[in-house]
């Protein structure tokens, strides 16, 4: 693992701070990042080789959406959705 990932964000949902790093036995090409609390999981990675996977998996499990631009988004979709609307009936 390399110095930019000494640290792991907590799960977004449950806020433990013991999630670890397992593959799955089913498909050993592919890896991620798991709650050791709630059991969430992130992004399954491509393991390309042993050493990098680790830290694509981190950077899939540490990415979190901007709370003030997912309600930007929502606000514009909503927005959209009202004049679709009063087109529609129109």
Do not use: L
């Not at 089913?26 to 830290?55: E, K, L, M, S």
Request: proline content about 6%.
């Amino acid at each position: 693992m390399s110095e930019k990932h000494d640290i792991i964000k907590p799960c977004p949902f449950c806020g433990n701070d013991m999630p670890y790093v397992v593959t799955r036995a089913d498909n050993p090409d592919h890896g991620h990042i798991v709650c050791g609390g709630c059991q969430a999981r992130g992004p399954f990675v491509y393991i390309r080789d042993h050493t990098d996977w680790i830290d694509d998996a981190i950077d899939e499990w540490n990415d979190r959406y901007d709370e003030a631009e997912v309600e930007k988004f929502c606000k514009d979709i909503e927005e959209r959705t009202k004049e679709k609307m009063q087109e529609i009936a129109e």
